[in-house]
Nanobody, 118 residues
Framework: QVQLVESGGGLVQAGGSLRLSCAAS????????MGWYRQAPGKQRELVAA???????NYADSVKGRFTISRDNAKKTVYLEMNSLKPEDTAVYYC????????????WGQGTQVTVSS
């Protein structure tokens, strides 16, 4: 297993920006695609952004054009830059390694809370 620690969440106003970080330890890291998930109260966890080993970016339609995922393999860290935030973006955000088929690899961490006020 690998330990994943999310950080960077907080309370922001609609239209604001936030950068989330996910630091990994205990793995090579670069051999896996990485993804950011979010889970709002009463909702299922959903994958909102992913980055492949080769750097291909994928986004859920709900965040496309507003969020940017990136990775720094040397730092074993993946980032999620969130712009033009909306109240519906409010959720706990998690990161995870992804299998080639897009499934989460590791157990879930604590995540980081993002709250967007209107």
């Amino acid at each position: 297993q690998v330990q994943l620690v999310e950080s960077g969440g907080g309370l922001v106003q609609a239209g604001g920006s936030l950068r989330l970080s996910c630091a990994a330890s205990g793995s090579i890291f670069s051999i896996n695609a990485m993804g950011w998930y979010r889970q709002a109260p009463g909702k299922q966890r959903e994958l909102v952004a992913a980055i492949t080993i080769g750097g291909t970016l994928n986004y859920a339609d709900s965040v496309k054009g507003r969020f940017t995922i990136s990775r720094d393999n040397a730092k074993k860290t993946v980032y999620l830059e969130m712009n033009s935030l909306k109240p519906e973006d409010t959720a706990v955000y998690y990161c995870n390694r992804l299998t080639p088929s897009g499934r989460p690899v590791d157990s879930w961490g604590q995540g980081t809370q993002v709250t967007v006020s209107s």
